[in-house]
């Protein structure tokens, strides 16, 4: 399913190891006392490789450095069902994947704070190790003290932790099937959610909201969508994907690991009449994924659900 993600990721790091493998032959070249060639062409190629090797060093060590610098994305949402002048604002959290050691999970609660959101969503994947659980525990904990906060559980959480307590006593409300209301900025907005791997679950959740209120549809999976169009929901807030958690310049996620591939790795897309935002995630890919990210900051999204008629140019996403 995924092998053109995986072709393009090798030969991504056959090129990086073969610009380490010449420089380090050039390095150990010199200092086995070899005379390097003199010729201008040799010296401009010698010099070229080691540049970009000192170029792939930094961006290494970059990419250790990314998953510990947040970042905060906004994004408008119009609805044709929100009432006049309403504004709901939801954060949009997703995959903190949290383990023995902390990354940012300290500061979410306070980031989420400032943005003053009338409703927080967690949209699954909570732990890599079950060393992770009091950390991801007391982040969710905080998260419910400054709005109704509402979670579905991810694949990690379903497959690997069914028998873990993800969310007692946190005061977060778990949407395995279900759609609740939210009454905030002038609107009654229902969030809707469903657990994985029961594909009527998604449209089971968005009927028991009724169709004249605005809809929100939480699922880990970008598969979501699906449902969440065919009903024709406003919205729909997935995660699971990581953005890639490794991307390129104008290629985007070199892996994605989704069943639409590359179609929905990241941001805001447009299916039908239902908006999708697929939120990057915060924590790192657990087993033997790089435990980096390049050019893909943890993401918390802040997603103001507003009238039909006061559309922003922020609200512009792709279409599918």
Same mark, same amino acid.
């Given at each position: 399913?995924?092998?053109?993600?995986? $072709?393009?990721?090798?030969?991504?790091?056959?090129?990086?190891?073969?610009?380490?493998?010449?420089?380090?032959?050039?390095l150990l070249r010199r200092l086995l006392g070899r005379t390097p060639s003199p010729h201008p062409a040799a010296v401009a190629g010698r010099w070229t490789v080691y540049l970009l090797a /000192? +170029? +792939?060093?930094?961006?290494?060590?970059?990419?250790?450095?990314?998953?510990?610098?947040?970042?905060?994305?906004? #994004?408008?949402?119009?609805?044709?069902?929100?009432?006049?002048?309403?504004?709901?604002? &939801? @954060?949009?959290?997703?995959?903190?994947?949290?383990?023995?050691?902390?990354?940012?999970? %300290? #500061?979410?609660?306070?980031?989420?704070? =400032?943005?003053?959101?009338?409703? &927080?969503?967690?949209?699954?994947?909570? $732990?890599?190790? &079950?060393?992770? /659980? !009091?950390?991801?525990?007391?982040?969710?904990?905080?998260?419910?003290? $400054?709005?109704?906060?509402?979670?579905?559980?991810?694949?990690?959480?379903?497959?690997?932790?069914?028998?873990?307590?993800?969310?007692?006593?946190?005061?977060?409300?778990?949407?395995? *099937?279900? =759609?609740?209301?939210?009454?905030? %900025?002038?609107?009654?907005?229902? $969030?809707?959610?469903?657990?994985?791997?029961?594909?009527?679950?998604?449209?089971?959740?968005?009927?028991?909201? !009724?169709?004249?209120?605005?809809?929100?549809?939480?699922?880990?999976?970008?598969?979501?969508?699906?449902?969440?169009?065919a009903d024709g929901a406003d919205l729909c807030l997935v995660g699971h994907v990581h953005g890639g958690q490794v991307r390129l310049p104008g290629y985007g996620a070199l892996v994605a690991?989704? !069943?639409?591939? *590359?179609?929905?790795?990241?941001?805001?897309?447009?299916?039908?009449?239902?908006?999708?935002?697929?939120?990057? %995630?915060?924590?790192?890919? +657990?087993?033997?994924?790089?435990?980096?990210?390049?050019?893909?900051?943890?993401?918390?999204?802040?997603?103001? /659900? #507003?009238?039909?008629?006061?559309?922003?140019?922020?609200? @512009? +996403?792709?279409?599918?």
């Amino acid at each position: 399913m995924y092998w053109r993600e995986w $072709i393009v990721l090798l030969l991504f790091l056959a090129v990086v190891a073969s610009v380490f493998v010449g420089a380090t032959t050039l390095l150990l070249r010199r200092l086995l006392g070899r005379t390097p060639s003199p010729h201008p062409a040799a010296v401009a190629g010698r010099w070229t490789v080691y540049l970009l090797a /000192l +170029g +792939g060093l930094l961006c290494v060590l970059y990419g250790f450095l990314e998953p510990y610098w947040p970042e905060v994305t906004y #994004v408008t949402i119009p609805s044709r069902r929100m009432p006049p002048g309403a504004r709901f604002r &939801i @954060a949009q959290i997703s995959d903190l994947h949290c383990e023995a050691v902390p990354r940012i999970e %300290g #500061v979410l609660p306070e980031l989420v704070a =400032a943005q003053s959101p009338d409703a &927080i969503v967690f949209t699954g994947d909570a $732990i890599n190790r &079950i060393e992770g /659980l !009091p950390i991801f525990r007391d982040c969710m904990t905080q998260l419910a003290r $400054i709005a109704p906060t509402f979670a579905v559980r991810g694949n990690w959480d379903v497959l690997r932790w069914k028998d873990a307590d993800l969310f007692g006593g946190t005061g977060v409300t778990v949407l395995d *099937k279900g =759609a609740v209301p939210v009454r905030a %900025g002038g609107a009654e907005v229902w $969030i809707a959610g469903a657990r994985l791997f029961a594909e009527w679950l998604p449209a089971a959740a968005l009927e028991q909201a !009724p169709r004249h209120a605005p809809r929100v549809l939480l699922y880990h999976l970008p598969q979501g969508i699906k449902a969440a169009a065919a009903d024709g929901a406003d919205l729909c807030l997935v995660g699971h994907v990581h953005g890639g958690q490794v991307r390129l310049p104008g290629y985007g996620a070199l892996v994605a690991l989704s !069943p639409f591939n *590359k179609k929905y790795e990241a941001g805001l897309y447009r299916v039908k009449d239902t908006w999708l935002y697929v939120n990057r %995630g915060i924590g790192l890919q +657990g087993d033997a994924a790089p435990r980096v990210r390049f050019l893909c900051r943890p993401e918390i999204t802040i997603l103001d /659900l #507003v009238p039909e008629e006061l559309v922003l140019p922020s609200a @512009a +996403g792709r279409a599918p």
